[in-house]
């Protein structure tokens, strides 16, 4: 299907040049008839021109060459010749007055007689050289139409760019949006014609806007809800352990706190999920040191590296200044989604493996770079891990799917990337970009 830009200019443009073209043709026509009358009136001129001593005829030369455009002659009342300005182009004597077309030997003539006090008075014209004259003057009224046409041409293509722009500009707006920004268009920026299709988008936006505020509302309050009585449970297992149990209900006490535990891990990461889906970071920004986050995060993580045996280290450029760089975001935010990513690399790294993390940037993009030495993901899964709920099997690890989609709804929320893949370390290596911003760039926000 032709785009509506495509379908105004054929249009405009086959209609342009179909009216340029009857124009001219009418144009062409009309100066024909004209020009043949204005040659006309010019031989009724020449008629009336010619002096009286004519009349007399024995004493007035002949002239022996004879004119191409136009032929004179005298005749007296007897029929006798007194005076032709071209004798190789003899015209019959003609007693009809006033105009008419004849043929001398094939050729075509516009003849005109005259009646003048007694003689004949015939003025004639080849029609050859009269319709040759016509053509063209007719061809020189055309070069208007044709130096038209290219300005026309270029005028209508200016014009309907024109005024498909604030198509092209809505266009963009929508694109640019992220899909946590569902607030309503400004219908007073564009042109009446635009208004209905604003009218009825900004009516869907509402309606997903709603939609998606129950559905967040209902994951919220189930997992606020689910989370008293897990705890509740996990309480009185703990209790039930203590009054005594042989090694067979050990093992199963053992198996019941996992999957409360995971249970209860997904319950949280389920209310982190309803919480940062419906924040917007934009509004309220602060500006966040990325290198003193990373530390904090990093000393987070410190306590669970140890149990397990991992060594958990920082390392950063000492050539670089950060002190006047900053991210400007939700600190809480980006705690969560970099906690995220340094919990799963700590987890998913053996016992007495390996975790790097560095900061550096490269032409005000800061990087943070997370390494282990662990299992990593195979690249057909870097992209499905960042879905809702998708977990890989045979990982051996507790998690709910829900960690990394957390991750990349923040990184989205603050303009930021996540990108997974192969570390020098032998396992994953996942790399968060951030748009440095100055102090000043923050506060003009």
Not at 218 to 243: C, G, M, N, S, Y
């Amino acid at each position: 299907m032709r785009t509506i830009r495509q379908q105004l200019l054929i249009y405009l443009f086959g209609g342009m040049v179909t009216a340029t073209i009857i124009a001219s043709i009418a144009t062409y026509i009309e100066v024909r008839i004209e020009t043949n009358e204005l040659f006309d009136y010019q031989l009724k001129q020449i008629a009336a021109a010619l002096p009286d001593e004519i009349a007399s005829g024995h004493n007035l030369p002949v002239d022996s060459e004879a004119d191409e455009e136009v032929a004179v002659q005298v005749w007296n009342k007897d029929g006798t010749l007194l005076f032709t300005s071209g004798p190789t182009q003899l015209v019959p004597y003609s007693r009809q007055i006033g105009f008419v077309s004849i043929a001398i030997d094939g050729v075509g003539w516009r003849l005109y007689t005259e009646d003048d006090h007694g003689r004949t008075i015939q003025i004639a014209q080849p029609r050859a050289v009269r319709r040759e004259l016509a053509t063209a003057m007719a061809t020189r009224a055309l070069i208007p139409f044709i130096v038209l046409i290219p300005i026309l041409a270029f005028l209508i293509w200016s014009v309907v760019g024109k005024g498909l722009r604030p198509v092209q500009r809505l266009a963009d707006e929508v694109a640019s949006r992220s899909p946590d920004l569902l607030d309503a268009l400004s219908i007073d920026d564009y042109p009446p014609e635009l208004r209905p299709i604003l009218i009825a988008l900004n009516s869907l936006l509402a309606r997903l806007s709603n939609t998606l505020d129950v559905q967040r509302a209902f994951v919220a309050d189930a997992a606020h809800e689910l989370r008293t009585p897990l705890a509740a449970l996990k309480l009185q297992l703990q209790l039930v352990e203590k009054e005594g149990a042989n090694e067979k209900m050990a093992i199963g006490f053992s198996k019941i706190h996992e999957r409360l535990n995971r249970a209860t891990h997904v319950v949280q990461q389920l209310l982190t999920l309803a919480l940062h889906e419906r924040l917007n970071p934009l509004c309220g920004l602060k500006k966040i040191n990325p290198s003193n986050l990373m530390i904090d995060v990093v000393s987070d993580q410190v306590l669970q590296a140890e149990n397990k045996g991992v060594d958990l280290g920082v390392t950063s450029r000492t050539d670089v200044d950060f002190s006047s760089q900053y991210i400007a975001g939700d600190e809480d935010s980006l705690r969560i989604m970099l906690g995220n990513l340094l919990d799963n690399a700590v987890r998913y790294t053996p016992s007495g493996g390996r975790v790097d993390v560095a900061f550096h940037n490269e032409d005000n993009v800061g990087l943070i770079t997370i390494s282990d030495n662990g299992s990593g993901i195979p690249p057909s899964d870097r992209t499905r891990v960042f879905d809702r709920f998708y977990r890989r099997e045979g990982t051996g690890q507790m998690g709910s799917g829900l960690g990394l989609f957390i991750a990349k709804t923040i990184a989205d929320q603050h303009r930021a990337s996540i990108e997974l893949g192969d570390s020098n370390l032998g396992g994953l290596r996942v790399v968060v970009r951030f748009i440095l911003m100055k102090e000043r760039d923050i506060n003009g926000i």
